[in-house]
């Protein structure tokens, strides 16, 4: 399995550059940033969902930090 990322940008949204996330050549979802200016990963497929980034990296963080890796 092989993640890339490409760079891009949203004509829907005034052209705004965001970033897709692809796995084997298959889009899975979007970094952008918000309304509010905040990052924000959107997945593709099933129910529309948008994680603050700020938030997710912080429990990544905590996450990394608090369970130890195998």
Not at 34 to 59: D, H, K
């Amino acid at each position: 399995m092989a993640w890339t990322a490409d760079i891009t940008n949203d004509p829907t949204r005034n052209f705004e550059l965001y970033v897709e996330l692809l796995e084997d050549d298959r889009y899975r979802a979007r970094l952008r940033r918000s309304a509010a200016g905040e990052l924000e990963l959107a997945f593709y497929g099933g129910e529309a969902c948008q994680i603050p980034w700020t938030w997710l990296s912080g429990i990544v963080s905590r996450f990394e930090q608090d369970v130890p890796r195998r």
